[in-house]
């Protein structure tokens, strides 16, 4: 796919930039060195194969022009799933390369499969293999070490920078080489004279590779129905939160696995009669650690007053405009004249209300709202409490 870009000003340009360039290089040269590899392998082994009268050779031929394909879908994956976040996509492209990874694990389960089953039908007639030519050994031999070394290579890379796409196709490499393995013990069992051997051989590889594969989907599936991290990983997330300055306790944490990253929700509890921008200051903080200890995406923190895990005593009562009213009624006409400023804490089903006067209130004014609040019988209102704050001088 060519990468199309527009000139604008300041020279900048509107082409594909990874959100991870060194994943996004790293994996693209991986894989043109697999599509490389496999090229080269699939033309010896079909035409030794063919001339040669093996037929295993030219079936692992064939398998090595179907990692072609699965190369192809490597290549597709790792570009569209770096591409940086969008309106439709605002957590990022990542689990395109789950999706690859899953159908990578479906590719090895089939393969296994197939080799079993063709092994078991080829024991049924195991007079009908032709000998082969010694040479086919020795390409059977090379292309064992080639897909070795390749899947060592891609191995590597791929835990360098920490990607399960790559792993998966990594081991799509060693699956690759252990059916290679496979045409190397039939072809020495063909020239030996013990057939069998190469069937028995193909039966218990596809075992070990179906094996594999299933393991690589549900990992992948696992991923794409929002699985959690490992119980260890949100152990030592929750700890990292609840070490944070400011946070009282911890609730509702939920993780959920984004490619090789995670998204982490969490509610902290901190004091409820700190300011939002402390409180806001305080999740800030928190999350911030979370993304700096742990291989995590994205923190989205709550913040809460009180645990509300278990009941939500709160529910119940009205909205700030509700309450504003009722507070009127409540209060002698004088405060609504001197305009105070408002502060509504919504506490274990009840609200504490603190008022916030910019000039001195007179003694009489402060002992009038103390006999009203009395008169009103606060315990029976949503109100438990409401208490005045005044500044100690004019400005």
Not at 16 to 44: G, Q
Not at 132 to 138: A, E
Not at 279 to 304: F, Q, S, T
Request: aromatic share 6%.
């Amino acid at each position: 796919m060519k990468n199309h870009s527009h000139s604008h000003a300041h020279g900048k340009s509107a082409g594909f930039e990874p959100a991870h360039p060194e994943r996004f290089a790293a994996a693209r040269k991986s894989t043109w060195v697999s599509i490389f590899i496999n090229l080269v392998l699939t033309a010896m082994q079909i035409l030794a194969g063919f001339f040669g009268k093996s037929q295993s050779l030219m079936a692992d031929g064939l398998h090595s022009f179907s990692d072609l394909l699965s190369d192809v879908l490597v290549l597709f994956a790792n570009r569209h799933g770096n591409r940086h976040a969008d309106a439709n996509h605002p957590y990022g492209h990542a689990r395109i390369e789950t999706a690859a990874s899953l159908v990578l694990g479906a590719s090895l389960a089939a393969l296994g499969v197939g080799l079993l089953i063709a092994a078991g039908i080829r024991l049924q007639h195991p007079e009908q293999v032709q000998p082969v030519h010694p040479f086919t050994l020795w390409i059977a031999i090379a292309a064992l070490m080639m897909k070795e070394g390749m899947f060592r290579y891609m191995l590597a890379v791929a835990k360098r920078v920490r990607s399960q796409m790559l792993v998966a196709n990594a081991w799509h490499a060693r699956s690759d080489a252990a059916s290679s393995l496979v045409v190397v013990i039939g072809i020495v069992g063909n020239l030996l004279g013990y057939t069998f051997l190469d069937l028995v051989a193909a039966g218990v590889v596809g075992v070990m590779i179906a094996h594999m594969g299933i393991k690589f989907a549900k990992d992948a599936l696992a991923e794409l129905v929002d699985t959690g991290l490992d119980l260890e990983e949100v152990r030592a997330i929750r700890h990292t939160l609840k070490s944070t300055p400011g946070v009282l306790g911890l609730h509702e944490l939920r993780t959920r696995k984004m490619a090789d990253n995670a998204l982490v929700d969490a509610h902290i509890q901190v004091d409820p009669r700190v300011s939002v921008s402390e409180g806001h200051y305080i999740a800030e903080a928190a999350r911030g650690a979370v993304l700096k200890h742990h291989h995590v995406l994205d923190v989205m923190v709550h913040i809460d007053p009180e645990d509300d895990a278990s009941a939500k005593p709160n529910a119940h009562l009205p909205p700030r405009e509700v309450l504003m009213a009722y507070l009127g009624e409540l209060l002698p006409t004088e405060v609504a004249h001197l305009s105070p400023r408002v502060v509504m804490h919504y506490l274990n089903g009840q609200v504490d209300v603190e008022l916030f006067f910019d000039a001195p209130i007179s003694e009489e004014l402060a002992a009038a709202i103390a006999a009203r609040c009395t008169q009103s019988g606060l315990e029976k209102s949503y109100f438990r409490s409401i208490q005045g704050y005044q500044k100690f001088a004019p400005k």
